[in-house]
């Protein structure tokens, strides 16, 4: 059974910036793709930057060029790598991981954006 667990959240002003890591029980090598999500308060959960096994990256637009997702396979770690944080980035934030037809996720991390 594969376990992930986020860190590096917390309350930063906006503007701030912020590294979430994902760190997996096993090897992230063999997981087809990986990917963070968030939640916002009263909102459904969405996905905003996956990383594929081939080392794809896909970032969903309002994240664009603030925010890195990447991996270090060694230390079987996923990153999301957060810039020019807004209030609206405000939510709890879960690593994912795909292999086959399972899937996998963490206990999430909150992210406070406030000044």
């Known amino acids: 059974q594969v376990q992930l667990v986020e860190s590096g959240g917390g309350l930063v002003q906006p503007g701030g910036s912020l590294r979430l890591s994902c760190s997996a029980s096993g090897s992230i090598s063999s997981f087809d793709a990986m990917a963070w999500y968030r939640q916002a308060p009263g909102k459904q959960r969405e996905v905003i930057a996956i990383?594929?096994?081939?080392?794809?990256?896909i970032y969903e637009d309002s994240v664009k060029g603030r925010f890195t997702i990447s991996r270090d396979n060694a230390k079987n770690t996923l990153y999301l790598q957060m810039n020019s944080l807004k209030p609206q980035d405000t939510a709890v934030y879960y690593c994912?991981?795909?292999?086959?037809?399972?899937?996998?996720w963490g206990q999430g991390t909150q992210v406070t954006v406030s000044s």
């Open positions: 994912n991981a795909t292999q086959t037809n399972r899937s996998w």
């Open positions: 990383l594929t096994g081939g080392g794809r990256t």
